[in-house]
């Protein structure tokens, strides 16, 4: 597998650090000219960021999709080979990162928030070392070196995901915290 295409999902705004993202392409297509950049999602940044692609010469390779409907988001993330969530701060969960997974796509996510408990690095994904444009790239540049670490990554992520995250696995888990409360409310 070669790393062609990266996958942002999510909202356009500061902490989500998609800013450091499209700042990292200059550097994989330097070595890679035909690596693109796909984004989706909305924000009030939307306009700035297309302006840094325009800037750094990306426009053609950095293509922003909008808002995607839940039917079409599945084919999004299959047709991707890596997702990549640079957020700086304040991740709780990290749904993304799951969908991502459960699609066989290999995560590089930020060590913040509910992203450190989903991803364990080098297992189920890539925690980058630092949040920055060189960082990124050296992680997504690294993972299309290495097409074997890549295959593995994503073959654990998605067992994990079946394993831990699955519908059959949260609903009983959800009713027990809800027949929990209701025996404490009587």
């Not at 990306?58 to 999709?65: H, I, N, P, R, W």
């Not at 991707?80 to 969530?85: I, K, P």
């Not at 960082?135 to 993972?143: E, H, K, P, R, Y």
């Not at 070196?145 to 890549?150: D, I, V």
Request: glycine residues 6%; hydrophobic residues 40%.
């Amino acid at each position: 597998m070669c790393i062609r295409d990266s996958l942002y999902v999510g909202r356009l705004v500061y902490r989500k650090g998609v800013h450091y993202l499209i700042d990292s392409m200059a550097f994989i297509t330097n070595e890679h000219p035909k690596s693109a950049l796909v984004i989706v999602g909305d924000g009030p940044l939307k306009r700035h960021l297309k302006e840094r692609a325009s800037e750094l010469g990306l426009d053609k390779l950095v293509l922003f999709l909008g808002k995607v409907t839940d039917d079409e988001l599945p084919d999004v993330y299959r047709s991707s080979d890596v997702l990549v969530m640079p957020s700086l701060y304040g991740e709780s969960q990290g749904i993304v990162a799951l969908e991502g997974m459960a699609s066989g796509l290999p995560v590089i996510a930020s060590p913040v928030g509910g992203l450190r408990e989903v991803i364990t690095d080098r297992v189920t994904g890539l925690l980058l070392e630092s949040i920055s444009p060189r960082s990124i790239a050296n992680t997504v540049l690294m993972l299309h070196s290495n097409p074997l670490l890549s295959k593995k990554i994503s073959k654990k992520a998605r067992e994990i995901v079946e394993k831990k995250y699955s519908w059959d696995v949260i609903i009983p888990k959800v009713e027990r915290v809800y027949e929990e409360v209701m025996l404490m409310s009587h």
